[in-house]
C-alpha cells in the first residue's frame, strides 16, 4: 500500500513539474513574441534631492502590457526571462529604448537602467552597451547602470575590469539593493560605484526595528565617506522622508515622491517643471 501511495505521490509531482515546465516555455515563447510586437515598455520613477525635493532623474522600469494578460510586472517574467536567456534581447531592447529616451532628456536629468546579472555576465556585454551608446548619441553621463551585488560574486575580477571600462565610457554605475547581498562592505571598498541605493526593506522597517534606523545610518556614513551619492528606495512615508534626509540621505525614491509612470506622462511632467522654471527666470528679469 506504502509503495503504491509513494508511486502516485511521484506521478502527481511529476505532473506537477511537467506543467510548470510547460507554462515555463509558454512564457518564454510569450516574451519573444512580445520583443516582436513592441508589447514592452519602460516607466519612469523619479528621484528627487533629499535636500529641496527637486527632481534628479529616473529609473527605467519594465511593463509589459501582454494582450491577454494585461499588464505584467518585472517580477513575474524576469526571472524566466534570465532562466531562459531571454534576458539578453530584452535587457538589450530596454538599453536601446532608455537611450533613446536619455537623449531626449534636459542636460541636468539622468536616467537609471537596471542591469540583470544574467546581461552583465554576458561576454558581448560591454561591446552591445558600446554601439548602442554610440548609435543613440546620448551623452553617456545622463545613464546610470543598476546592478546587484550577486554579479560581483562570481567572477571578481572580471566584474572589477567591466566595471572600470563602462566607468570609462562615462557612465554611472549604482550598487541597487545595497544591504540584501552578502559582503556588502568589502565590495564597496573594491569597486568603484557612485551611487549606493539602499534596499526599500531597511526603509520600510524605519521607525518600527530599531537596527534598521542604526543600518541606515551607518549606510549613509559609509556612503558618504567613501565619496558617494546615497540613495533611499521606497520611500512611502513623509516620516521616512524627514529621517533619512536628516541622516544625510542624498536621494529619495518611492511612491511618496512619485509612482513609476509611462513615458508620456513623465515627460509632460519634465516639461511642465521647464516651463514652470523659465517662467521664473523670465519673471524675475522683468523684476530686474
Ligand atoms: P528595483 O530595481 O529595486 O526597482 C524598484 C522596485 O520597487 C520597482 O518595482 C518599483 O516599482 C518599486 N517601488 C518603487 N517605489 C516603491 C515604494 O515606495 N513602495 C513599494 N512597495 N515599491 C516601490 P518593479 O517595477 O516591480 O521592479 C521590480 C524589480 O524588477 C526591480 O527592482 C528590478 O530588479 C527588476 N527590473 C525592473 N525593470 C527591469 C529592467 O528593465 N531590467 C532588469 N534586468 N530588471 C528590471
Ligand atoms: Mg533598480
Ligand atoms: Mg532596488
Ligand atoms: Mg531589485
Not at 122 to 145: C, M, Q, T, Y
Not at 151 to 159: E, F, G, P, T, Y
Not at 249 to 268: K, M
Request: net charge negative; glycine share 8%.
Amino acid at each position: 500500500h506504502a509503495k503504491k501511495s509513494g508511486r502516485s505521490t511521484f506521478r502527481a509531482y511529476r505532473r506537477g513539474m511537467d506543467e510548470l515546465i510547460e507554462k515555463r516555455r509558454a512564457l518564454e515563447a510569450d516574451i519573444e513574441r512580445g520583443l516582436e510586437r513592441d508589447e514592452f515598455e519602460l516607466y519612469l520613477q523619479p528621484r528627487v534631492a533629499a535636500r529641496d525635493g527637486a527632481i534628479v532623474g529616473y529609473e527605467a522600469l519594465l511593463r509589459w502590457s501582454h494582450p491577454e494578460r494585461g499588464m505584467v510586472q518585472p517580477g513575474d517574467f524576469i526571472p524566466v526571462a534570465e532562466v531562459s536567456g531571454k534576458i539578453i534581447d530584452l535587457g538589450e531592447w530596454v538599453l536601446r529604448e532608455a537611450c533613446r529616451l536619455a537623449a531626449d532628456f534636459p542636460d541636468h536629468l539622468h536616467l537609471s537602467i537596471n542591469v540583470s546579472p544574467v546581461q552583465f555576465r554576458h561576454p558581448d556585454f560591454l561591446k552591445n552597451v558600446e554601439d548602442i551608446l554610440s548609435a543613440s548619441g546620448v551623452l553617456p553621463r545622463k545613464l546610470e547602470l543598476e546592478i546587484t551585488e550577486s554579479v560581483l560574486i562570481d567572477d571578481d575580477q572580471r566584474a572589477l575590469v567591466l566595471l572600470g571600462h563602462l566607468k570609462s565610457l562615462g557612465l554611472r554605475i549604482a550598487l541597487d539593493d545595497f544591504g540584501t547581498g552578502y559582503s556588502s562592505l568589502s565590495y564597496l571598498r573594491r569597486y568603484p560605484f557612485d551611487v549606493i541605493k539602499i534596499d526599500r526593506s531597511f526603509v520600510s522597517a524605519l521607525g518600527e526595528e530599531e537596527t534598521a534606523n542604526a543600518i541606515i545610518r551607518t549606510i549613509i556614513d559609509l556612503g558618504s565617506g567613501l565619496g558617494m551619492r546615497v540613495v533611499a528606495e521606497g520611500v512611502e512615508t513623509v516620516e521616512q522622508a524627514r529621517y533619512l534626509t536628516e541622516a544625510g540621505c542624498d536621494e529619495l525614491q518611492g511612491y511618496l515622491l512619485g509612482r513609476p509612470q509611462p513615458v508620456d506622462a513623465a515627460i509632460t511632467a519634465i516639461n511642465a517643471s521647464l516651463v514652470s522654471e523659465l517662467r521664473s527666470i523670465a519673471g524675475r528679469s522683468f523684476r530686474q
